[in-house]
DNA sequence: CTCGTACATGACCGCTTGGTTAATTAACCG
DNA sequence: CGGTTAATTAACCAAGCGGTCATGTACGAG
């Protein structure tokens, strides 16, 4: 029936989804990264895209990380400095932080299953430490 | 150009953008935090939406949160007993870390505004403290 | 075996998304 | 003014997504 038109309008542009939605494209995980270190123009932004995709699409990119409220675009004459906004990224990430508990636990897991496994062998080296979470990650 | 075919079957597959995409949706979000609370198959996940959206758009749901890697869905008889799956939530989790910086550099701000907004009225009430990220939230 | 329950699957539909090219606006420069 | 550079807009296209209904399948119970 006409439920699509309610889910439309009513479901899936609350800001969470909107933020979720816009960091599901390696493209625009990819534009944060280059923000984060710093301001940067659209053609900034664009270069190590362009042979790949063109400029209209990343201004695409641009509108969908702008409309999330990820990132703040200025003016300045031809311009558009573009700066990465943390807070919308926060509200994520606190969203996330409600479930950290589960992937602790598995994590503790593999933790208890490490210590019965050195606990045959000798008990030097002592890895304890709170060294939660993994480092690796580039993108 | 053929760039449209480069870019879906390379490009979005990725699964971090998998993650973030099966995040973009409230349904799939109260299916997680229904899941947090504990097991629960598919009938039971779909109670609170019935009437909403029928069984099959449920079962979508769950297909992308499971292709996903966010749940995992067994079976007993001709029950799925599905559980939230922490690892891929962590993955997501693992990139938002690196982004960290960016909002509690904006809750400085407010921090060093709320200071000076403080400091020309009565200086008791201290309410320093580390209180990183507000709390509220519930979705 | 038959029935009911629990899900899954397939075919369809309309909007959205991610890309394209071509044209357009906007600002600076000489 | 005219030209160049930066970026956006418009029109289009194919594929994806979120939903529908109808049908199919697997299992337990009587």
């Known amino acids: 029936m006409t439920a699509w ?3 439309r309008v009513v479901q899936l542009r609350d800001p969470l989804s909107q933020t979720f ?3 599901a494209d390696p493209t625009r995980r990819a534009m944060l990264a280059r923000l984060s270190q710093g301001e940067a123009n659209v053609t900034d932004l664009a270069r190590p895209f362009l042979g790949q995709m063109s400029l ?3 201004t695409k990119h641009l509108k969908v990380l702008e409309s999330a ?3 703040t675009k200025g003016r300045s004459a031809q311009w558009r400095p573009c700066t990465l906004n943390g807070a919308a990224l926060r509200d ?3 969203w996330m932080e409600t479930y950290r508990r589960f992937w602790e636990e598995s994590f503790d ?3 208890v299953y490490l210590k019965t496994v050195t606990a045959s062998g000798s008990s030097k080296k002592k ?3 709170k060294s939660r979470g993994r480092k690796k990650q580039v993108e």
């Open 56 to 58: 209209p699409a990343v």
């Open 92 to 94: 994520a990430a606190d």
């Open 127 to 129: 890895p304890k430490g």
């Open 5 to 7: 038109l309610i889910n």
């Open 21 to 23: 939605a816009a960091l």
């Open 109 to 111: 897991r593999l933790d």
């Open 69 to 71: 409220g990820l990132v």
